[in-house]
């Protein structure tokens, strides 16, 4: 069975501060992992995806995400956090039809 | 064109009313789906229609009743629902490989915020 853990709940940075958002699955295949913003009353927006290849993937607003296989992670990092990065951060992980998501991760960005 | 287009967004029914959400995306994906999420919870897998045919259904009441019409359409039907089923009601679609499973990416809504009173 797959699954997701994203430790942190609750996040809070400061504007202009590095953020690190961790992830850890469990696949028994090559995973697809995923992320998702979440603003408050909106629907799920992706991030960036990771499927194969290149283990640093790029998405958008900034953020980038570093696949570890042996480490069963796929943390989401930016290196300057804006005011409007504040929202909900889901990792997944996709096989077999279904999508599993984590928990999330809050994220509060201090003036 | 990645959109995934609900409606209604908002949507406020009694406990004995009947009303649907519906779901539209025109990316040429042969998998949509029903996710559920509670305030400040991730969102929860309802039901998957793989080439228009109910594939997963997660255990979910019958008072949730979805059809797929076609390959770019998605309903919800809704009947005699709870309270607690109050909640956003988000639908997705992704492109299908040849084996019929899913790993590609899941493109949500904005979803349908639902009350029920």
């Known amino acids: 069975a797959q699954s997701v853990t994203q430790p942190d709940i609750h996040i809070t940075v400061s504007e202009g501060a590095s953020l690190e958002l961790r992830c850890n699955y469990s696949?028994?295949?090559?995973?697809?992992l995923f992320w998702y913003v979440q603003s408050p009353g909106q629907g799920l927006q992706l991030l960036l995806k990771?499927?194969?290849?290149?283990?640093l993937v790029q998405g958008i607003k900034g953020f980038e995400a570093e696949f570890k296989r042996s480490q069963s992670s796929f943390n989401l990092r930016k290196p300057s956090v804006h005011w409007s990065d504040a929202a909900e951060y889901f990792c997944a992980v996709s096989g077999a039809g279904k999508s599993t998501f984590g928990d999330g991760t809050t994220l509060t960005v201090k003036p | 064109d990645t959109e995934v287009t609900q409606t209604p967004k908002h949507l406020v029914m009694g406990m004995t009313n009947k009303k649907s959400l519906k779901c539209e995306q025109h990316?040429?994906?042969?998998?949509m789906y029903w996710y559920k999420q509670k305030a400040k919870k991730p969102p929860e897998l309802m039901f998957v229609y793989s080439y228009e045919k109910l594939s997963i259904n997660e255990s979910v009441p019958s008072r949730f009743s979805p059809e797929c019409p076609n390959s770019s359409l998605l309903n919800l039907h809704l009947h005699a629902l709870q309270p607690e089923d109050s909640a956003l009601y988000l639908c997705?679609?992704?492109?299908?490989?040849?084996?019929?499973?899913?790993?590609?990416?899941?493109?949500f809504g904005e979803g349908s915020w639902l009350t029920v009173v």
């Open positions: 696949y028994g295949a090559t995973p697809y």
């Open positions: 990316m040429g994906h042969r998998a």
């Open positions: 990771y499927f194969s290849g290149d283990t």
């Open positions: 997705a679609s992704s492109q299908l490989d040849l084996t019929g499973i899913s790993g590609n990416t899941i493109y």
